[in-house]
């Protein structure tokens, strides 16, 4: 049922590039299974999937990956706009400033283009890693071309090669947070390009939109509620706390799923595969049982199931990614669904126009007439 509060039920685009299923917990991806693309495949090839709806060859592959390799570098006045931003701004919002000013480079004009999709993939980690290390008082590093996509993120973030599991649970995590159907980022990037306003621009409304806390912006709370938790003892009752004030438990909830969340399922193997029997995960564990028992208590038939960011956090915490780049890393993974659906919004093209329905009060001289 279509409802104006939040558009729900509204069909706002046909799409080839993903399916998310709410009631039986699936997420597709041009055809396939996302849980199974985030352990056999790369990052270079599920994107490649995504944005040409078929897997590369093998030259193919190469050639992608030089390219990526070659676009991470980033222009000089990029990196400066990303040293002049005062330290207080948070790195979402540089992005989404940096983003914004790729728009005048050569080549980032409207029609949307591969090249471009490419171009801003391969350079989101570049950024956010120039960011960090510049706001941390650390020198930037350039990247390396021998590393793929996840390896060279870590790399370019710590200054030292990555271990092989941080790498491959970074590219699961990046694979599963890539597409999602009509969120509200790309629904914002699809109205954005709809003017025929470049993919630049696009892009960085789409990060202003995932920089929401009900949004991409939740896995920074979810630490935040963790580690506020501390306990298994202090669990119940600090989220009875939460629920009693009319408060919502980040991680929790979905529009689309009415059930497991398939990304929180694949992720909670993988970081079951990282940290073993970490204490940290064994809260994370018994939070999570306690935080469904006691929505289904509090919120009847509402059906409030664990979304993929309660696993997310645990997993960048797993390979020591700060809190701040939590959403900037979720925003790196998504740069690769947004582009597929800017190309496929431009194949198709008309603006997004919807209407409203004005309930305020009208001028007293228009009484007459509409009498
Ligand atoms: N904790 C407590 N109550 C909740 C929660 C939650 N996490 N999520 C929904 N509810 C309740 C809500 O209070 C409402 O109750 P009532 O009917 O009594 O008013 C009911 O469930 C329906 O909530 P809603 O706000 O109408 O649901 P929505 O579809 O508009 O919101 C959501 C979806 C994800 C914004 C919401 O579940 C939420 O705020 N979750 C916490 C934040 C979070 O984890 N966000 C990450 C989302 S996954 C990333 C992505 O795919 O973008």
């Not at 078929?54 to 400066?80: G, V, W």
């Not at 993120?153 to 599963?176: F, Q, T, V």
Request: glycine fraction near 8%.
């Amino acid at each position: 049922m279509a409802s104006v509060t939040g558009l729900e039920g509204v069909i706002a685009a046909y799409t080839e590039i993903g399916l998310v299923d709410g009631e039986l917990g699936h997420l597709v991806y041009r055809g396939y299974p996302a849980q199974e693309l985030a352990v056999s495949k790369s990052f270079e090839e599920t994107a490649f999937l995504l944005w040409h709806g078929r897997f590369p060859q093998e030259d193919e592959l190469t050639a992608l990956k030089k390219r990526m390799s070659h676009y991470r570098n980033l222009p000089d006045y990029i990196c400066r706009i990303l040293e002049l931003l005062p330290a207080s701004i948070p790195v979402m919002s540089a992005l989404q400033t940096a983003v914004a000013a790729l728009a005048e480079a050569e080549g980032s004009a409207w029609p949307p283009s591969l090249a471009q999709a490419e171009r801003l993939t391969a350079m989101l980690p570049t950024m956010i890693a120039y960011r960090a290390r510049r706001i941390a008082g650390l020198p930037a590093l350039q990247p390396d071309a021998n590393l793929d996509h996840a390896a060279n993120y870590l790399y370019m973030l710590n200054g030292r090669k990555p271990e092989r599991s941080h790498a491959k649970a970074l590219e699961a995590y990046l694979i599963l947070g890539m597409e999602h159907g009509m969120n509200a980022s790309t629904f914002a990037s699809r109205v954005i390009v709809s003017t025929q306003s470049d993919m630049c621009a696009a892009v960085s409304g789409a990060i202003g939109a995932m920089k929401g806390p009900l949004h991409g912006g939740a896995p920074y709370e979810v630490i935040a509620m963790l580690e506020s938790i501390g306990s298994k003892s202090n669990a119940e009752p600090w989220m009875r706390n939460v629920l009693d004030n009319g408060g919502r438990l980040m991680g929790f909830g979905h529009r689309i799923y009415k059930t497991k969340d398939p990304r929180a399922q694949a992720l909670r193997a993988v970081t079951m595969e990282l940290t073993g029997d970490d204490p940290s995960f064994d809260l994370a564990i018994y939070v999570e049982d306690t935080a469904i028992r006691l929505l289904e208590e509090y919120k009847p038939g509402r059906r409030l199931f664990t979304n993929v960011e309660f696993y997310a956090a645990a997993i960048m915490r797993a390979i020591n990614l700060s809190p701040d780049l939590f959403t900037p890393t979720f925003t790196a993974g998504r740069t690769v669904g947004w582009t597929a659906h800017l190309l496929e919004q431009a194949a198709i093209n008309r603006i997004f126009r919807p209407e409203s329905i004005y309930i305020g009060t009208m001028p007293s001289m228009l009484d007459n007439d509409l009498n």
